[in-house]
């Protein structure tokens, strides 16, 4: 299994850009997150999903959008990039709850907007 | 989920055991203890989970007190490797960690 990844590793947009930040994994897990996180600082919740079609919002939501038609995919959309979105972005997922329920993260994509 | 408190920064000495502390005096019945740790720029790593009892894996051990209200994760003989974040995270299990609050953790340095 090559369990979440991320695509792209890096990216420098220029304010007021677009672009998709990509996630896969290949658990077959139903809960997939999305994370960012500023320098010295601990992850901040962006949106959420329990399953295929169904997607929520967390701590931090606004300026971001996601979509979650499979299982396996959980692209997370940038409109109108804005400095304060610099940051570095996780993806991770879970299992449904039961059991252990550890978290699997990506590698990250780290994003600069000037 | 209960909020936690770990000290911002800790030293250990390559070899030497380190333990790591973290209150969660509002902890619930039903809430684990997680631990997690951040190796420089890369994703959080699961490290181990507890309830009540100690636990221990090939990575480290968990000791809960009697009360719930703090743990301390022990990282037997750390390595240089083991320098990282390290975050202590207390929430229900069937919550499927969308509420999975990561504070800023402890930096542990270790040390030749």
Not at chain 1, 26 to 52: C, E, F, T
Not at chain 2, 46 to 68: Q, V
């Amino acid at each position: 299994n090559a369990g979440v990844t991320q695509t792209p590793k890096f990216r420098i947009l220029k304010i007021g850009q677009s672009m998709t930040l990509q996630c896969t994994q290949d658990m077959n897990h139903n809960y997939m997150y999305w994370y960012r996180q500023d320098p010295g600082m601990g992850l901040k919740l962006i949106y959420y999903s329990v399953g295929a079609g169904i997607t929520d919002k967390g701590e931090v939501p606004n300026g971001y959008n996601v979509s979650r038609s499979t299982t396996e995919d959980f692209p997370l959309r940038l409109e109108l990039a804005a400095p304060s979105q610099t940051s570095v972005y996780f993806c991770a997922s879970t299992t449904s709850g039961a059991g252990r329920d550890e978290q699997f993260f990506g590698p990250g994509t780290r994003l600069t907007v000037l | 989920d209960a909020k936690t408190t770990q000290p911002p920064s800790m030293d250990c000495a390559e070899g030497r055991a380190a333990n790591l502390p973290c209150n969660h005096s509002t902890i619930s019945g039903n809430e684990y203890v997680y631990w997690y740790r951040q190796i420089h720029s890369q994703g959080p790593q699961y490290i181990i989970h507890g309830l009540k009892n100690n636990e221990t894996n090939e990575m480290a051990s968990l000791i809960i007190t009697e009360d719930r209200k703090s743990s301390t994760l022990i990282l037997p003989h750390a390595t240089l490797r083991d320098t990282a974040v390290y975050y202590c995270i207390v929430r229900a299990p069937d919550t499927g960690g969308f509420k999975t609050i990561f504070g800023a953790g402890t930096r542990l340095f270790v040390k030749a």
